[in-house]
């Protein structure tokens, strides 16, 4: 059972030499990226990609006396997973503490990587969060990691062409149908947006807000798992999505390529349906047009009077199964995005949206203006109310291969070759037959 779940996983290993940074169970100050303020506290290691970090970690380092971080960035995303497949594989190497996007952490939990921060504290800590970021990082009564940042989803728009155009930014889904439409009708050059197959949680998202809980799981009973991908609201998500497809009313470029990057900002996509890290992404991007004026919407709803927050990402602090000082990597988790300077850093620094409600709900970060944006308080208008009601969500222990199940199925769509309700229930199929043959019991 062990060996199907290590492959459930989603994490291709590689080998042993690829392991970079700190060893399992503490740190050497050679091999740390960041200066140890205190030699004689005890040092806990991390592997972590986030932005400006370094300067996270020296505020930590400066105001800990009896802890210290030692940080290495070990790759981002899937090249830090990958390494730490290895490690959990060999039993050694990992670090003390990792960040993990909470898609991921019933991936590793399942493989007894992950410690379950209840017995460190973790509910001291839990009024400080949302109640969708704690669920994100909760299996029944376990706690697998302390959130940092999230994705509460808003539409980041071009108000210069859809002035251009006569052209209301949408508010609801039909309304965004009637845009796109009336882009085209009208000839502009480029489309209202991009559906991208490989989008992933953008997708899932998507599904979610029209009602869909495509997975039910909890860690305390491993070897079970509910599958329902194939519900009405992802079907009627779905077939909305592939009319716009097959009308030509949106793009299907992949995502996060470097065409698409250039799309987003040089005018072929007016409107960007985006999370809160959005933003920042936009503004990282080279070639943008410089004429160009955009502004944050929330996200249009399926039913305006009863409306639905959605989120895409969020990363997390985990403590690994290999850390040697589990309290002092739970302190390190808990406290290293716990004060205000360190989330100035985060948000002013990094473009990261705080979970930690104390900067969250602060007037510092309400009132903000983006120059980008027009100097719009885009937290105030949209992101700060998608937070709020966003409830949370149930990730598959192997969401990896189910998002790639997933991506098939779209693409089979674009291109013609199955209708919408069929690509689902394909998925559901095989999803059913993946877990299954993985050693699970279907619910």
């Not at 859809?162 to 009708?185: C, R």
């Not at 920042?280 to 009863?306: C, I, K, M």
């Not at 739970?330 to 409600?357: D, Q, Y």
């Not at 199955?418 to 019991?441: C, I, N």
């Amino acid at each position: 059972m062990k060996s199907k779940f290590l492959a459930a996983g989603g994490v291709v290993a590689v080998a042993a030499a690829a392991l970079t940074g700190c060893s399992a169970g503490g740190a050497d100050e050679a091999s740390c990226t960041n200066k140890i303020v205190n030699a004689d506290a005890t040092q806990v290691s991390v592997w972590a990609w986030y932005p400006a970090f370094e300067e996270v970690v020296d505020q930590f380092n400066s105001t800990h006396d009896d802890v210290q971080i030692c940080w290495t960035n070990a790759g981002q995303g899937n090249d830090e997973y990958t390494k730490f497949s290895t490690a959990i594989e060999a039993g050694s190497g990992a670090p003390d503490v990792i960040m993990l996007e909470s898609e991921v952490l019933s991936s590793f939990s399942i493989r007894d990587a992950l410690v379950d921060l209840t017995e460190y504290g973790a509910n001291d800590v839990k009024g400080d969060y949302t109640d969708g970021a704690w669920k994100d990082v909760s299996s029944g009564s376990a706690v697998y990691a302390i959130p940092v940042d999230g994705g509460p989803m808003g539409m980041l728009y071009r108000k210069d062409i859809l002035d251009q155009y006569g052209i209301a930014a949408p508010t609801t889904w039909d309304e965004f149908k009637a845009a796109a439409q009336a882009l085209k009708d009208a000839g502009a050059p480029g489309v209202l947006a991009d559906f991208p197959t490989n989008g992933r949680a953008y997708n899932q998202a998507l599904f979610a807000q029209a009602g869909s809980v495509p997975f039910v799981y909890d860690s305390a009973k491993p070897t079970e798992i509910g599958i329902d991908v194939n519900d009405e609201g992802s079907k009627k998500v779905l077939a909305y999505w592939d009319e716009l497809v097959q009308s030509g009313l949106v793009a299907t470029d992949d995502a996060f390529t470097a065409d698409y990057n250039t799309k987003l900002v040089d005018g072929s996509y007016a409107i960007y349906v985006a999370a809160a890290w959005g933003p920042g992404y936009l503004q990282g991007l080279s070639d943008a047009d410089s004429d160009a004026e955009w502004r944050a919407a929330p996200v249009p709803q399926w039913d305006p009077a009863n409306p639905v927050q959605i989120n895409w990402g969020g990363s997390t602090f985990a403590v690994t199964s290999q850390a040697k000082d589990k309290e002092a990597a739970a302190t390190v988790a808990k406290e290293v995005f716990g004060t205000e300077e360190a989330w100035k850093i985060g948000i002013e620094k990094a473009a990261l949206f705080p979970l930690w409600k104390p900067i969250l709900e602060s007037e510092y970060f309400r009132d903000l203006e983006y120059p980008f944006f027009g100097g719009q308080q885009i937290n105030k208008d949209v992101f700060l109310e998608a937070a709020a009601g966003y409830q949370g969500f149930t990730f598959s222990p192997f969401q990896n291969y189910a998002y790639d199940q997933l991506t098939e199925e779209l693409y089979a769509m674009v291109q013609g070759e199955k209708s919408s309700d069929q690509a689902l229930d394909d998925l559901q199929g095989s999803l059913e037959q993946y877990a299954t043959e993985q050693g699970f019991t279907l619910k």
